[in-house]
């Protein structure tokens, strides 16, 4: 029993773990019934699938604002709802552009700070500080006191920031052609950051940070970097918001945004299986909202890059054959389907007896027990889900931005 238990994911003592720890889940259980646990969860799970989040964008006039906001979303400059970009300024007042597969993400396209008259209080008041979690402040040549200043004023009102050097790859390029003979990509990259570090601390910022970007190659340079520092320090409340919508371009980025999503399958078995429950037919004892577990698993897909769209736009930008990025991916390939979460679940229930046992022997969560084998099936499958979306996301990685190099 307790070797299957093991493979489920989840020990009895990480059970009581999580019990001990969740406030939420602690309340829920003592709720008594099922529907009245699940009730309060699904108000949870709704709670933390959709939270705000809005990312301040600005710097500079032609720093490649713009073109990051596009890069984040997963999209090129010339997508029907891209960000204007251009070498004169193109945005006169804030623009919200939401991410295409969550809006509750927003990137915003923030006026340029290059006014000779700039003042960062105004410019603050201007554009809503308070409407933001975090800012990024963008420059794509040399740092200067306007960034600086910016930086403070922002630092004043509690809130975050990121600086962010971008267009390194064309200063990489242009090195290289200059002195092929002794050409050191390490060493530009090195001359860039210190010269950027030096500038803001001679502006008074004490142990700058400076992310190194190129925003067409985002697996390169410091973007990993970046996305694993914004993830660190957003509120916790937020943290899942923020990690489902990151560009899949690092092994670590993939994890954390896996550890995240197994956190949540907890809630969304036992809101499947305590709200609207039918029984799924062909699979022996089992009753689950499917349509629940449809909206879960094309978030998978969704959020590791897997759906169709993310796919092919990926082939057109690593310039590689969308049949070889497919042949990678060992899990789903097409639309998730009534049928086919109710095959996999007929999988999952052979090695879910165990787990109810193992349930009912915990007395906080004898609620969950009452629905027989239908939550340990649905935990089971969500759970070989996630780690099979997980590996093919692996994969994908290493098969386009590893011999895109």
């Given at each position: 029993?307790?070797?299957?238990?093991?493979?489920?994911?989840?020990?009895?003592?990480?059970?009581?773990?999580?019990?001990?720890?969740?406030?939420?889940l602690r309340e829920a259980f003592e709720a008594g019934s099922l529907p009245a646990m699940a009730a309060k969860l699904q108000a949870t799970l709704h709670s933390l699938e959709n939270v705000r989040l809005d990312i301040g964008i600005t710097g500079g006039t032609?720093?490649?604002?713009?073109?990051?906001?596009?890069?984040?979303?997963?999209?090129?400059?010339?997508?029907?709802?891209?960000?204007?970009?251009?070498?004169?300024?193109?945005?006169?007042?804030?623009?919200?552009?939401?991410?295409?597969?969550?809006?509750?993400?927003?990137?915003?396209?923030l006026p340029g700070i290059g006014e000779p008259t700039f003042q960062a209080e105004k410019y603050l008041q201007r554009v809503l500080v308070d409407r933001y979690d975090f800012f990024i402040i963008i420059t794509s040549e040399s740092f200067t006191a306007k960034?600086?200043?910016?930086?403070?004023?922002?630092?004043?009102?509690?809130?975050?920031?990121?600086?962010?050097?971008?267009?390194?790859?064309?200063?990489?390029?242009?090195?290289?052609?200059?002195?092929?003979?002794?050409?050191?990509?390490?060493?530009?990259?090195?001359?860039?950051?210190?010269?950027?570090?030096?500038?803001?601390?001679?502006?008074?910022?004490?142990?700058?940070?400076?992310?190194?970007?190129?925003?067409?190659?985002?697996?390169?340079?410091?973007?990993?970097?970046?996305?694993?520092?914004?993830?660190?320090?957003?509120?916790?409340?937020?943290?899942?918001?923020?990690?489902?919508?990151?560009?899949?371009?690092?092994?670590?980025?993939?994890?954390?945004?896996?550890?995240?999503?197994?956190?949540?399958?907890?809630?969304?078995?036992?809101?499947?299986?305590?709200?609207?429950?039918?029984?799924?037919?062909?699979?022996?004892?089992?009753?689950?909202?499917?349509?629940?577990?449809?909206?879960?698993?094309?978030?998978?897909?969704?959020?590791?890059?897997?759906?169709?769209?993310?796919?092919?736009?990926?082939?057109?930008?690593?310039?590689?054959?969308?049949?070889?990025?497919?042949?990678?991916?060992?899990?789903?390939?097409?639309?998730?389907?009534?049928?086919?979460?109710?095959?996999?679940?007929?999988?999952?229930?052979?090695?879910?007896?165990?787990?109810?046992?193992?349930?009912?022997?915990?007395?906080?969560?004898?609620?969950?027990?009452?629905?027989?084998?239908?939550?340990?099936?649905?935990?089971?499958?969500l759970r070989l889900s996630l780690d099979t979306a997980v590996k093919d996301a692996q994969s994908v990685l290493m098969q386009t931005f590893d011999s895109s190099d």
């Amino acid at each position: 029993m307790a070797s299957n238990t093991f493979q489920l994911g989840l020990s009895q003592s990480q059970i009581l773990e999580l019990v001990k720890d969740t406030r939420v889940l602690r309340e829920a259980f003592e709720a008594g019934s099922l529907p009245a646990m699940a009730a309060k969860l699904q108000a949870t799970l709704h709670s933390l699938e959709n939270v705000r989040l809005d990312i301040g964008i600005t710097g500079g006039t032609g720093s490649g604002k713009s073109t990051f906001v596009n890069a984040f979303r997963g999209l090129g400059d010339e997508d029907p709802s891209s960000a204007r970009t251009g070498v004169v300024e193109m945005t006169v007042e804030p623009t919200p552009y939401p991410h295409p597969k969550y809006p509750n993400v927003i990137l915003w396209d923030l006026p340029g700070i290059g006014e000779p008259t700039f003042q960062a209080e105004k410019y603050l008041q201007r554009v809503l500080v308070d409407r933001y979690d975090f800012f990024i402040i963008i420059t794509s040549e040399s740092f200067t006191a306007k960034h600086a200043q910016l930086a403070r004023r922002v630092l004043q009102q509690s809130k975050g920031f990121y600086f962010v050097r971008s267009k390194v790859d064309v200063d990489v390029a242009a090195s290289r052609s200059r002195r092929p003979s002794t050409f050191s990509k390490e060493q530009v990259l090195s001359q860039i950051r210190d010269d950027c570090l030096r500038r803001l601390e001679v502006e008074g910022l004490e142990d700058p940070k400076v992310f190194l970007l190129s925003m067409f190659e985002l697996d390169k340079y410091d973007f990993h970097l970046l996305e694993e520092s914004m993830v660190k320090n957003v509120k916790s409340h937020k943290r899942h918001a923020l990690l489902v919508a990151l560009p899949n371009i690092s092994k670590p980025i993939l994890e954390k945004k896996a550890a995240s999503l197994r956190q949540l399958i907890w809630l969304v078995a036992a809101v499947a299986c305590g709200i609207n429950p039918s029984p799924v037919p062909g699979v022996k004892d089992v009753a689950c909202d499917l349509y629940r577990l449809i909206h879960s698993l094309e978030g998978y897909r969704r959020s590791f890059g897997l759906d169709k769209d993310s796919l092919r736009r990926l082939a057109e930008q690593t310039s590689q054959p969308l049949h070889k990025i497919l042949d990678t991916v060992q899990g789903l390939k097409t639309k998730v389907t009534k049928e086919l979460v109710v095959d996999l679940l007929g999988q999952a229930s052979r090695d879910a007896s165990a787990f109810t046992q193992e349930l009912l022997s915990v007395p906080a969560l004898g609620t969950l027990a009452t629905c027989g084998i239908s939550f340990a099936t649905v935990y089971q499958m969500l759970r070989l889900s996630l780690d099979t979306a997980v590996k093919d996301a692996q994969s994908v990685l290493m098969q386009t931005f590893d011999s895109s190099d």
